[in-house]
């Protein structure tokens, strides 16, 4: 573990041609700048901590095991060594609602 970039704006554009295929849309925290999610961790006999930094991907698709199949194909094509080369790949799946404006009652 070096801290060093593994996902190249190469790698990204290919995962976000991928996504775009299957789905209609996605959001994501950008690649460079200041991201706002990272961590470190000092791995034993190491001079110096592990910079970690993260990109969140969020990504809306229908509840079918079509878009499961495709993440845990995604998963693994960043988990290349030719690829990406990540030791860890996280993807988390939920159910979410995407909620309607509601009326307010007329003395709110």
Do not use: C
């Not at 961790?41 to 990109?55: F, T, Y």
């Not at 993440?71 to 790949?89: C, M, N, P, T």
């Amino acid at each position: 573990m070096t801290g060093l970039i593994v996902l190249h704006n190469g790698v990204v554009k290919l995962k976000n041609r991928k996504v775009d295929s299957v789905t209609t849309g996605f959001s994501a925290t950008a690649v460079e700048g200041s991201p706002p999610w990272f961590g470190s961790w000092l791995p034993p006999g190491a001079q110096r901590p592990v910079i970690d930094r993260h990109q969140l991907f969020v990504v809306y698709t229908p509840q079918v095991e079509e878009a499961k199949t495709f993440f845990r194909h995604l998963k693994s094509i960043l988990e290349l060594k030719e690829v990406a080369g990540q030791d860890v790949v996280l993807v988390e799946h939920t159910v979410v609602w995407l909620m309607e404006g509601g009326l307010l009652p007329p003395d709110s």
